[in-house]
């Protein structure tokens, strides 16, 4: 499975997080595809990809989904074959934003 890195604030809207793997996609429907995100802290959240091509799904970011700054990791299950892709390379970094890490200093 392959992540296309990503470098992102908390908060951030919009972003896409795409996870390729080594399976047809393409008959499948979206709401049998998770991705499941676990925070720096160790929370987990899954969501629907928004979007998939033959053997990548897509997910875009809402404000709320990332709350903390760290390493994220996430990983994909296909709910229609049982398909579970966790490597643990699946990796990105989250930032405060610039005004954040300001407060924090003053």
Do not use: Q
């Amino acid at each position: 499975m392959k992540i296309k890195g990503a470098d992102m604030t908390i908060g951030d809207a919009g972003v896409p997080i795409s996870i390729t793997v080594d399976e047809d996609l393409t008959d499948i429907e979206l709401t049998s595809l998770e991705m499941v995100f676990v925070s720096p802290s160790g929370n987990t959240f899954t969501r629907t990809p928004a979007e998939k091509t033959t053997y990548t799904a897509t997910y875009y970011t809402y404000t709320a989904d990332i709350d903390e700054d760290g390493t994220w990791h996430v990983y994909f299950r296909n709910l229609a074959t049982g398909f579970e892709y966790n490597e643990g390379n699946n990796v990105f970094t989250v930032r405060k934003k610039a005004e954040d890490m300001a407060s924090d200093n003053g």
